[in-house]
Structure formats: C-alpha cells, structure tokens
C-alpha cells in the first residue's frame, strides 16, 4: 500500500508559477513510476508529467512542454511539479498518482495509487 499526500496548490495569475509537492508513504513507494494529472470541470482526467521510478526518465503532455517540470526525491520519497507560464486552461484538481505497471504509462487506468488532489486556480 502507497499513500499520497498532494500540497501545493492555490490560486495564481495568469503567467505566475505554483510548485506542487506529493508526498509518498507505505510499500516500496520508490520503486513506482510517479505522475501527475489533473481533472477540470466537466473534462476527463488527463495526464500531465510523470517520472520513471529511477527518476531518470520524465515524460510531459504536449500541452505543459517547456512550461512544467517534474522531480523526484526517492530519499525523502517526495515528487515536485513546478508549474511556471501558467494558463487559465491549466486550472484544475491536480492529482498525484503511482503505478507499479511494467512500463511507463500514461493512462490512468494504469496507476494504483492516488492522492486525494489539490485545486489549482489560474486567474485572468
């Protein structure tokens, strides 16, 4: 069992920056591929970055690219997502989330664990 604790969110300005921070718990939590998503009103839950368990490998959605960046800390077993250029489009329930699938994975079908999310509010 992994357990999530997401922090970090808030309401920003259009432009502005906001650093979330998932804190990891319980069995193995290292050894999992880490990723966040996000849900908006009305939308599907959709993928945003990930990180391979080793934190050597990160993957991005197209529409965060150059924008967002994702880190893992496997000692303090903490997984950060700065999020900078931020849109009003960005706006959402922000959600960490591990898998212990075979290969990296962007679905969310995918991954075991979740936290419990944090609001991120970007306004114009």
């Known amino acids: 069992q992994v357990q999530l604790v997401e922090s970090g969110g808030g309401l920003v300005q259009v432009g502005g920056s906001l650093r979330l921070s998932c804190a990891a718990s319980g069995r193995a939590s290292s050894r999992h591929d880490m990723s966040w998503f996000r849900q908006a009103p009305g939308k599907e839950r959709e993928f945003v970055a990930g990180?391979?368990?080793?934190?050597?490998?990160?993957y991005y959605a197209d529409s965060v690219k150059g924008r967002f960046a994702i880190s893992r800390d496997n000692a303090k077993n903490t997984v950060s997502l700065q999020m900078s250029s931020l849109k009003p489009e960005d706006t959402a329930v922000y959600y960490c989330?591990?898998?212990?699938?075979?290969?990296?994975?962007?679905?969310?079908?995918?991954?075991?664990?979740w936290g419990q999310g944090t609001q991120v509010t970007v306004s114009s």
């Open positions: 989330a591990a898998s212990s699938y075979y290969i990296f994975s962007a679905s969310s079908r995918d991954y075991d664990y």
């Open positions: 990180s391979s368990a080793s934190g050597g490998s990160t």
